[in-house]
């Protein structure tokens, strides 16, 4: 028998099982902390070590569901006994299934559980436990007058969007979700439940703003709310037929437009789609505004460099209405219906302000689009989400502050293929395709252009991932990874 705490992983028709005498032990240790676990014995464990990218089948040895910090200790204390990876789950939402470790065999500790969400209205601020997800967060903080910036999708979990970034149409006034946060409490390697601050353990906070799931499981981050818009004004403009010169101008024109002084309450993105023939796009305007005046007016000088949309729809509304709208059809109530899956691979770039999009790498981007878009057998879009422009609190926000690697960002594009039908088999073209999309850029861009890459959007495909990811803040964080975590416990692929 294998001597305890080695592993021993055994491949039986593709699925990683733990040898009965670490499960037997794991078992053990989780019930003796009163932590309620799923195991692969279990009738519903393939219910709930589903992935929502279906593209990936993952093995966990176990899915444990703490209701308390200590709880979320006993479980990474049991895990790290063994030398069993452990990971944690929030909304599930990985997009390379790392909340089920990303690999088989590791203890997946879920926090769905741990769903409490406190807002103090002495200094603005709310505790907000990560087995949260945005649409319930969103819905708490609105009732009493507060709001966060974030995505948009109602089902991504608050955990992971904050420990990585958290982009949404506020960012631009607001800033990225991790940087609302003030402090957290963090599970570390050897059990210990720390607090993290700008004056308490600095360095593990600068890591878990930008880089979290790498140093501990966060059970809970305090964060500085922002008074909810008054009014909130959503708006979608789309063209259903574009040709590669004028939606080459469209993405041209914006990288100019955000560089006029556009207030900081405008947000919005391009969203691309295959065309109804070659050589040519759909494109969608979306955004929204919460300022005060009118939009239009703002927007108006963009739009004339554009032609005339299709069709647009425009939703005047409460601030909460927006984050409807933006969510639609998922209901902000996430506990009104399961999550939905889907079946995909996808790329980011994030384009320098200082660098923007070259004029060719636009034309080849477009033309692939028109080209080898139209005639893919995916289900397939292009966001071009704008971080940056005049006024942007994402990238006045300095460098070095947080682990969050990039600052200078005008737009951040997520590239992203499904399957024809959002189930598998996913097309064996479909990798393929993604990748030349995203060469289509790279290649028609300077040798030294100085993009990154969105650790939201995870790729574990993605040469140079590191610098790509995590950019000139490796360093540092791999030598507090070595103080906090130097066993790797919390490992998953393209973590550090």
């Not at 009014?231 to 955000?258: D, M």
Request: one cysteine or more; aromatic letters at 10%; proline letters at 5%.
């Amino acid at each position: 028998m294998l001597p305890s705490p080695i592993l021993a992983l055994i491949t039986i028709t593709g699925a990683a099982l733990v040898s009965a005498t670490n499960v037997a032990q794991l078992q053990a240790a989780l019930a003796a902390g009163g932590v309620s676990a799923v195991y692969s014995t279990n009738s519903n464990y393939s219910t709930v070590t589903a992935a929502y990218n279906r593209r990936f089948t993952i093995s966990p040895i176990a899915v444990a569901y703490p209701t308390s910090d200590q709880q979320v200790a006993t479980a990474v204390k049991a895990g790290s006994q063994q030398g069993i990876a452990v990971v944690a789950r929030s909304g599930g939402h990985s997009y390379i299934a790392n909340g089920l470790g990303g690999t088989n065999g590791s203890l997946v500790v879920d926090l769905s559980k741990m769903k409490s969400i406190s807002v103090r209205s002495s200094n603005n601020t709310a505790l907000i436990q990560t087995g949260n997800r945005l649409g319930d967060v969103a819905v708490t903080l609105n009732a009493a007058g507060r709001a966060l910036p974030h995505g948009t999708c109602p089902y991504v979990g608050i955990g992971g969007h904050s420990g990585y970034g958290g982009f949404g149409f506020t960012s631009r006034a607001w800033g990225l979700t991790l940087d609302t946060i003030k402090s957290a409490t963090v599970v570390l390697a050897n059990g210990t439940i720390a607090t993290a601050s700008s004056t308490v353990n600095a360095d593990l906070f600068w890591a878990i703003r930008g880089a979290s799931p790498s140093f501990g499981i966060v059970t809970s981050i305090e964060v500085s709310t922002f008074a909810a818009p008054s009014s909130a004004t959503v708006f979608e403009y789309n063209w259903n037929k574009l040709n590669v010169s004028a939606a080459s101008n469209a993405i041209s024109a914006l990288q100019t437009y955000a560089a006029t002084n556009i207030p900081a309450e405008l947000g919005l993105e391009l969203v691309f789609g295959a065309g109804p023939s070659k050589n040519t796009v759909y494109m969608g305007l979306t955004g929204a505004y919460y300022g005060t005046g009118d939009y239009s007016t703002i927007l108006a000088p963009y739009l004339a460099k554009l032609p005339k949309p299709s069709s647009k729809d425009i939703t005047p509304g409460s601030y909460i209405n927006s984050v409807a709208t933006l969510g639609a059809p998922d209901s902000l109530n996430t506990s009104s219906k399961p999550d939905d899956t889907d079946t995909f691979y996808t790329k980011s770039i994030m384009t320098p302000e200082g660098s923007p999009m070259s004029a060719a790498a636009i034309s080849a981007f477009v033309k692939y689009m028109a080209n080898q878009g139209y005639t893919s057998d995916t289900a397939w879009f292009v966001e071009v989400e704008l971080y940056g422009g005049s006024n942007s609190a994402i990238n006045a926000v300095p460098l070095n502050s947080t682990a969050f690697s990039k600052r200078d960002i005008l737009f951040t594009l997520q590239l992203y293929a499904s399957s024809a039908n959002y189930s598998p088999p996913y097309p064996a073209d479909g990798v393929s395709f993604v990748n030349g999309m995203y060469n289509s850029i790279i290649n028609a861009s300077p040798a030294n252009w100085s993009f990154g890459a969105y650790l939201n959007y995870a790729d574990n495909q993605l040469a140079n991932a590191t610098s790509l990811y995590y950019g000139s803040h490796y360093a540092r964080l791999k030598s507090i990874k070595g103080s906090v975590d130097p066993s790797n416990v919390f490992r998953f692929p393209i973590g550090v």
